[in-house]
Antibody, heavy 120, light 107 residues
Framework: EVQLVESGGGLVQPGRSLRLSCAASGFTFDDYAMHWVRQAPGKGLEWVSGINWNSGSMAYADSVKGRFTISRDSATNSLYLQMNSLRPEDTAFYYC?????????????WGQGTLVTVSS | DIQMTQSPSSLSASVGDRVTITCRASQGISNYLAWYQQKPGKVPKLLIYAASTLKSGAPSRFSGSGSGTDFTLTISSLQPEDVATYYCQKYNSAPITFGQGTRLEIK
């Protein structure tokens, strides 16, 4: 069974940094691209970032480009999102999601999410 | 960047009704389109990919069609458990983009 468990969310002041983690299990992590998708409370889905199977390709939404960095570690089956220069509009539930294949396309399994609140 | 626009933003229908949700891309995306269902308080679930391929295990009353810029998600006979928000998503190239969502309620 595919399992994705996010951690690292919390309350952070504007301008500060936070690192999200996602522990993956139940599938061969190295065979799949991965994503971060966020959802502000009561709002729609916003794709944040994706990374292909071997970290050879990463992509970002314009809203986070230059501030967020996605990475993965095959030794620990983990996905990360380093978030710098956080803004109040970054407040959202952040979901880790597995892609259907090697390259960045559509997510087919989602974690339960971790809440990031950016506020002073 | 390509924008995805869904219509309507919300709709109310009766059990047994045929329901159609539309998604329009600002540029052609071939069939690189997925549909997701998000029930209240739950995580999104993939329903359809490649515009018309139903994910294994998804109810057969759901179907998708379209190519290029215009796509539809159809529920052939609405059931109470279909109350949810539905999102389209294009994935032909980064950045991946979701539509703004269509909230479906039972009348």
């Amino acid at each position: 069974e595919v399992q994705l468990v996010e951690s690292g969310g919390g309350l952070v002041q504007p301008g500060r940094s936070l690192r999200l983690s996602c522990a993956a299990s139940g599938f061969t992590f190295d065979d799949y691209a991965m994503h971060w998708v966020r959802q502000a409370p009561g709002k729609g889905l916003e794709w944040v970032s994706g990374i292909n199977w071997n970290s050879g390709s990463m992509a970002y939404a314009d809203s986070v480009k230059g501030r967020f960095t996605i990475s993965r570690d095959s030794a620990t089956n983990s996905l990360y999102l380093q978030m710098n220069s956080l803004r109040p509009e970054d407040t959202a539930f952040y979901y880790c999601a597995r892609d259907q294949g090697y390259s960045i396309s559509w997510p087919d399994y989602w974690g339960q999410g971790t809440l990031v609140t950016v506020s002073s | 960047d390509i924008q995805m626009t869904q219509s309507p933003s919300s709709l109310s229908a009766s059990v047994g009704d045929r329901v159609t949700i539309t998604c329009r891309a600002s540029q052609g995306i071939s069939n690189y389109l997925a549909w997701y269902q998000q029930k209240p308080g739950k995580v999104p679930k993939l329903l359809i990919y490649a515009a018309s391929t139903l994910k294994s295990g998804a109810p057969s009353r759901f179907s998708g069609s379209g190519s290029g810029t215009d796509f539809t998600l159809t529920i052939s006979s609405l059931q109470p458990e279909d109350v949810a928000t539905y999102y389209c998503q294009k994935y032909n190239s980064a950045p991946i983009t979701f539509g703004q969502g269509t909230r479906l309620e039972i009348k």
